[in-house]
């Protein structure tokens, strides 16, 4: 009805344009090759690939990775500007499309996860930001005919004496100059951006509306498609009847796909109609039996037997029959979903040539791999435009590319341009969970309250198992995205005897990272125990771990600092009580004191969290700060609501009402500080999770003497007098 | 052919009168800026203002909008310079962005009904827009924030 030429699709041209050049002008370097391998030792990356200078000055910085909220779209330029001394109002950024030159520096494909981006492209952008300007310089000291040394520059120009010239008017020169062998980066003590910081870039077309996110695309002829999947995990279709589903206005063609029953219309609410409207049988597939309470069993029983060990020392077995004093606790953490605000979607073009996707995605390259597969065409004959991602969490990166798959499966079947769109629904029930763990720990203490001996079983899924992640995740039968926090826990290496066994049953619940990890399960178990410990031991919490992390400084930075912003050696407020946790995760030291109250009926109210973290150098605080107070409400919800469950093999959550995620009035004041460090970068966008459920959990010992052993909390379990 | 005002502009539309305005902004009107979160008004993604009342467009059938006004983000101000856009932007608020354009529809009923919101008016009215970012925190301080710049607060 209306021309399909939207905003959108202008848009998405742009990028288009600029991929090929067409756009800007200037500041095209010669290369040998256009697509060259990155992270080689030595090797300058192309400046070319990441930046692009236009005659009019614009800046355009091209992102290796995605912007999900963690606010790489701005920190990423904020480097190439700081050493091209650009000037910041000309800055914009892009995604790159998907291409061996824009690889993660250190894993080798293109992805965003594991909360790398800064710290894994510092060097990288400084140097294509440092390559530039040194072009820039180049082609004004000729221009002015003086040497290049000089010269300086400032704010998009370069300056000699009384000359001056733009960024913009030096492009088309400095694009024919070659390619500096090496570069000099500036001293930290000369930086104007880093670890200053600027308001995020995304900002204004996030607060009108014109930012583009993977559900907005519109491209001529397109067909919106929902699918109609299997009620339970690894169902299959037998039959369908699609006359009603046809029949319903709008609606286009039923195709079936390996995933389900896909109905294209042309626009989304035809094709949901249309959904409800087919008549599937299905086959319910080898899950059938799928529940949680026996799945729990099954957990408990496997914890009471030796699994794959990770890390052992001494002899736990007889350390642990003489402890002064001793603890038996079994944890247990339940399923997850990711909830990104926006459901899933991508949208698939296939021609003879190509085969386009765009979508919000974490994965590229394993995209790219698997359109090809689907298509029969080369990898590099798939083109990506990334698009804004509505809340990633993990749940945008799977080994399957699940919903890119299926949308070129769908695209493939029918002949159409198609973008298929997940409803809530089918985003809660989709699977690709947070596995749930049961953890099962037997500490013995020694006199003086340290633990001299520690036994930690823990049993969960593998994310890694059955994917192409698994050489490289998986030892000796031991996943170490399931144990870590525990393993490598400094509490445990201190500890003499220990011993951390695995057991990864299979379930058939298809599960994957969830932000932070392994992290977001074992450093609630772990700092819960350790606030055990100090129970036992009759010491305070922070006193405790002051104790046993002496001899790791960076944990010790964070803590100290969060205890000192909380007051922590002063009496908390009359009706409230405290907890703290400290844990490390993707290279960062988070340390948080959570203060709460729970009423007579059981109801928790978390009043304030007081956060630090060493993550080194924080490029931008804000940003930095923005990710903890983002981490702690993404751990909250799922302190307070989350889990996934499973009933004659299907899952029983739907949607937002019976799946909650937490609401404005239930956010706490969050005061987040960044501890003054020169140490080894980490990350910031998962770090803030994993200490909030065993902070808020030892602040709800401290308020009802009662142990949170478990989550979601359950109030009727809080109750006291 | 039903008839809707949107952002001040008249638009006929071939649609079922029971299909939610939200489709029909969305992938008629390709007005995108309105978001789908839930689909059964939880999640607060779809808010738009029908006659100037915030309203949860998944759910809202097309006909009900038939002659009244419809205000979408894209409509809320002309150039992007709303109060809450401004502040939004001061601080930092978005993250993913995704919910955004809900949150600040309703903030912007909230400012119209009381021009210095305390804390507990912002969470009785934004308590229906999810945020799973968790933005929260700087969304009570860009409310306060675009109250004072309309003179609101005191």
Same mark, same amino acid.
């Given at each position: ?721 | ?29 390709? #007005? ?9 008004? &939880? @999640? =607060?993604? $779809? ?6 009342? +915030? ?28 109060? #809450? ?9 978005? &993250? @993913? =962005?995704? $919910? ?6 309703? +903030? ?47």
């Amino acid at each position: 009805m209306s021309t399909p030429l939207s905003i959108g699709r202008r848009g998405f041209l742009k990028t288009g344009a600029l991929l090929t050049g067409g756009l800007v002008i200037g500041f095209t370097v010669p290369l040998a090759k256009r697509v060259q391998a990155q992270g080689e030792p030595g090797k300058l990356p192309s400046p070319n690939a990441f930046l692009r200078i236009g005659a009019d000055g614009s800046i355009l910085v091209l992102l290796a990775h995605v912007e999900m909220g963690q606010g790489i779209w701005t920190t990423l330029p904020m480097l190439i500007a700081e050493e091209l001394d650009a000037d910041w109002s000309k800055v914009k950024a892009e995604h790159a499309p998907a291409a061996p030159t824009y690889f993660h520096t250190a894993f080798g494909i293109q992805i965003t996860g594991g909360s790398t981006t800064t710290h894994s492209e510092f060097d990288r952008y400084r140097q294509v930001g440092a390559m530039a300007r040194a072009l820039l310089v180049e082609a004004a000291a000729k221009k002015f005919g003086v040497k290049p040394e000089d010269c300086k520059t400032e704010n998009g120009q370069v300056i000699s004496g009384s000359n001056k010239a733009s960024y913009g008017e030096l492009a088309e020169a400095a694009a024919k100059l070659p390619k500096p062998e090496k570069v000099t980066l500036k001293d930290p003590k000369d930086w104007k951006l880093i670890g200053k910081g600027k308001k995020r870039l995304d900002s204004p077309e996030k607060v009108n509306g014109t930012a583009k996110f993977g559900i907005d695309v519109q491209l001529p002829d397109m067909l919106t498609a929902v699918v109609a999947r299997p009620p339970g995990f690894g169902g299959k279709v037998k039959s369908f009847d699609a006359t009603a589903a046809k029949a319903v206005p709008g609606v286009r063609e039923v195709v079936q796909v390996p995933s389900g029953v896909a109905v294209l219309a042309d626009h989304f609410w035809a094709a949901k109609l249309g959904r409800e409207a087919l008549k599937i049988d299905w086959d319910p597939g080898p899950n059938a039996g799928l529940d949680s309470k026996k799945l729990r069993q099954e957990f408990r029983k496997l914890a009471g037997t030796d699994g794959a060990t990770a890390v052992k020392a001494g002899d736990v077995v007889k350390e642990l029959e003489n402890g002064a004093k001793t603890i038996d606790a079994e944890y247990f953490l339940p399923y997850l979903a990711h909830s990104p605000m926006e459901p899933l979607n991508c949208t698939v073009r296939i021609t003879p040539e190509k085969c386009e996707i765009w979508a919000g995605t974490q994965l590229q390259t394993v995209d790219q791999g698997h359109a090809a597969r689907i298509t029969g065409m080369k990898p590099e004959q798939v083109d990506i435009h990334t698009t804004f991602l509505g809340g990633g969490f993990g749940r945008r990166a799977t080994a399957t590319s699940d919903f890119i798959s299926e949308a070129v499966e769908v695209a493939k079947a029918s002949g159409k341009t198609v973008k298929v769109v997940w409803t809530r629904e089918d985003d809660v029930r989709g699977g690709y969970y947070r596995p749930a763990f049961l953890h099962h720990a037997k500490i013995a203490l020694d006199e003086d309250g340290h633990p001299k001996a520690w036994k930690h079983v823990l049993v969960g899924q593998s994310i890694a198992a059955g994917t192409p992640f698994e050489p490289m995740m998986i030892k000796d039968g031991v996943d170490a995205t399931s144990v870590e926090g525990v393993s490598d826990s400094p509490y445990m290496k201190d500890v003499p005897n220990h011993r951390v066994d695995l057991h990864s049953p299979k379930t058939g619940v298809p599960v994957l990272w969830w932000r932070s990890v392994g992290h977001s399960h074992t450093a609630f178990v772990m700092e819960s125990l350790i606030d055990e410990l100090a129970h036992a031991a009759g010491k305070d919490p922070v006193e405790y771990r002051r104790m046993l992390l002496k001899d790791h400084p960076r944990h010790l930075a964070a803590l100290n600092l969060a205890a000192e912003k909380a007051e922590w050696d002063k009496p908390p407020k009359e009706g409230v009580s405290r907890g703290v946790a400290v844990h490390e995760s993707f290279g960062s030291f988070v340390a948080q004191v959570a203060e709460v109250s729970v009423s007579k009926e059981g109801e928790l109210k978390v009043h304030r969290v007081v956060c630090a973290i060493d993550c080194g150098l924080a490029v931008n605080p804000d940003g930095v700060k923005a990710q903890m107070e983002s981490g702690i409400i993404f751990a909250l919800t799922a302190v307070k609501y989350g889990q996934i469950t499973f009933e004659d093999g299907k899952v029983k959550q739907r949607n937002f009402h019976d799946y909650p995620i937490l609401r404005m009035h239930e956010a706490p004041l969050i005061e987040a500080h960044i501890v003054q460090s020169t140490e080894k970068m980490g990350g910031a966008g998962e770090c803030g999770v994993p200490p909030l459920a065993p902070a808020v959990g030892n602040a709800i010992f401290a308020a009802t003497g009662k142990r949170v052993r478990e989550l979601p909390l359950r109030p009727d379990e809080l109750k006291h007098a | 052919m039903i008839t809707l005002t949107v952002n001040r502009k008249e638009h006929a539309v071939e649609a079922d009168p029971a299909t939610p305005l939200l489709w029909v902004l969305r992938d008629m009107l390709h #007005l995108t800026g309105t978001k789908y979160g839930c689909g059964m008004a &939880q @999640c =607060g993604a $779809c808010t738009v203002h029908l006659d100037g009342e +915030a309203i949860r467009s998944c759910v809202t059938p097309v006909s009900r909008a038939e002659g009244k006004q419809v205000t979408t983000i894209e409509g809320l101000s002309p150039d992007g310079t709303h109060p #809450l856009q401004l502040a939004w932007i001061e601080d930092d608020v978005p &993250q @993913c =962005g995704y $919910c955004q354009s809900g949150q600040i529809m309703s +903030a912007a009923v909230l400012l119209r009904e009381k021009s210095d919101p305390s804390d507990e008016d912002i969470d009785l009215a934004m308590s229906g827009n999810i945020c799973r970012c968790g933005t929260y925190q700087r969304i009570r301080c860009a409310i306060h924030r675009a109250a004072k710049m309309n003179g609101g607060a005191k």
